[in-house]
């Protein structure tokens, strides 16, 4: 289990730097409604990773003892993903629009902010795959499927939260970072080539 950790924080962390709908919300909420009503919406977001890690530990598990198979079916349907999803971050490249828009001010209460955070994951088809298709194929065959998937799983939510918190703490300067074009085509290069790599390594992985 421990052997594959550190493959695993990589994924997770490649994974929570792709710039998206999670990154928007984030930045939105702080600057928009506040530095505590954007923690309440990182923590419904780490929810929702949750909820998706939940449903992957007990939905796979009951899968898998019922049909082997099945497990590469979803390795390979993960790698198809994890191209696409590569192929579409290199190519937003082309474009010169990488800006975020940020007017307005909102009052929010916590359940407000709760739920924005939520609803942003677990509406999220890359947290759900994510969940879904990679977080199994870092469970080694001689540890229980169900516990591994939640192990990681918390992981995962906790890396999401801790580098959405980095963005909350310094929010006047993160957005100013991120919506310069060097800094903002600079990371999504850097993104769209490490999850290409990691579908590579989930390619030439030995099998369980």
């Not at 530095?35 to 449903?55: M, Q």
Request: a positive charge.
């Amino acid at each position: 289990m421990l052997e594959n950790l550190g493959a695993f924080v990589l994924t997770a962390v490649f994974i929570t730097l792709v710039p998206g709908q999670g990154v928007a919300m984030v930045l939105r909420q702080g600057l928009m409604a506040g530095a505590t009503a954007a923690r309440l919406s990182i923590l419904g977001n780490s929810t929702g990773l949750v909820v998706w890690t939940v449903a992957s530990a007990v939905g796979l598990s009951a899968i898998f003892r019922v049909s082997p198979i099945a497990f590469e079916i979803l390795k390979w349907a993960g790698v198809a993903y994890l191209v696409f999803m590569a192929a579409q971050t290199l190519w937003s490249l082309r474009s010169t629009s990488h800006n975020f828009d940020f007017d307005g001010q909102e009052n929010q209460t916590a359940g407000q902010a709760f739920r924005v955070g939520f609803l942003t994951n677990i509406t999220n088809a890359k947290a759900m795959v994510f969940a879904l298709a990679f977080l199994p194929q870092y469970v080694p065959r001689e540890f229980n499927l169900t516990l591994g998937i939640l192990i990681f799983g918390l992981i995962w939510a906790a890396i999401s939260g801790s580098w959405y918190l980095v963005l909350v703490a310094g929010i006047n300067k993160a957005h100013v970072w991120l919506q310069t074009p060097r800094v903002r085509r600079g990371l999504t290069a850097v993104s769209g080539v490490g999850i290409f790599i990691l579908a590579i390594g989930l390619v030439i992985a030995p099998a369980k």
